[in-house]
Nanobody, 121 residues
Framework: VQLQASGGGLVQAGDSLRLSCAASGRTPSTMGWFRQAPGKEREFVAGINLSGVRKDYLDSVKGRFTISRVNAANTVYLQMNSLKAEDTAVYYC?????????????????WGQGTQVTVSS
């Protein structure tokens, strides 16, 4: 499975962006979005199970970000609203075949190439 992330860009604080992650084959059971800011470790942002019913979020993005998936289109989305300067990072989508959302990067087998999100204050 290959993952392709897109949708990043340069926006102002308070703006919105929607990231997309397209899978080359069947989308893995569990999908997640991670981000990595310069000089920091990669961190979990959001995760979603196969049915889309179960979701998990980093505390600092709860209420602002929404993860969703369209399995028929092999695509996962991250809607980001009310963006803040501290959201600036490279965002990566990731997937794993096992059920169960994990916040650990080591749990995910498949990774996209990353898309840059820059929020100016």
């Amino acid at each position: 499975v290959q993952l392709q992330a897109s949708g990043g860009g340069l926006v102002q604080a308070g703006d919105s962006l929607r990231l997309s992650c397209a899978a080359s084959g069947r989308t893995p059971s569990t999908m997640g979005w991670f981000r990595q800011a310069p000089g920091k470790e990669r961190e979990f942002v959001a995760g979603i199970n196969l049915s889309g019913v179960r979701k998990d979020y980093l505390d600092s993005v709860k209420g602002r970000f929404t993860i969703s998936r369209v399995n028929a289109a092999n695509t996962v989305y991250l809607q980001m609203n009310s963006l803040k300067a501290e959201d600036t990072a490279v965002y990566y989508c990731a997937g794993k075949p096992q059920p169960g959302i994990s916040t650990s990067t080591s749990s995910y087998y498949y990774w996209g190439q990353g898309t840059q999100v820059t929020v100016s204050s």
